[in-house]
Nanobody, 121 residues
Framework: QVQPVESGGGSVQPGGSLKLTCTVP????????MNWYRQAAGTQREWVAR???????NYIDSVRGRFTLSKDNAKDTVFLQMNSLKPEDTAMYFC???????????????WGQGTQVTASS
């Protein structure tokens, strides 16, 4: 089973920046939508942002203007640039592919291990 590989997390002071990376072999050729989620300790997993195969993006209100999605189709990789980080952005971040129909290959990709982001002084 294909599993995403997330990286790029770390610990920064509030106002700092991090760039997360998610690689899923086959993501581009299957035209998957790539979503980012986050889960803070003791809370439910929360959707953060998504990028479509055509490059269009959506963001949750709390990160719009601070987070930016991009992708490298040749490397099957999506990037989440996070600027002006706030303590409330502290969480484990996960990427997940989604397809347009239940039988879509994109829906068979499992959750990855995630990457921890901490914004704290």
């Amino acid at each position: 089973q294909v599993q995403p590989v997330e990286s790029g997390g770390g610990s920064v002071q509030p106002g700092g920046s991090l760039k997360l990376t998610c690689t899923v072999p086959g993501f581009t050729s299957h035209k998957c939508v790539m979503n980012w989620y986050r889960q803070a300790a003791g809370t439910q997993r929360e959707w953060v942002a998504r990028i479509y195969s055509d490059g269009n993006t959506n963001y949750i209100d709390s990160v719009r203007g601070r987070f930016t999605l991009s992708k490298d189709n040749a490397k099957d990789t999506v990037f989440l640039q996070m600027n002006s980080l706030k303590p409330e952005d502290t969480a484990m971040y996960f990427c997940k592919t989604v397809g347009y129909s239940p039988a879509d290959w994109c829906n068979t990709v499992s959750w990855g291990q995630g990457t921890q982001v901490t914004a704290s002084s």
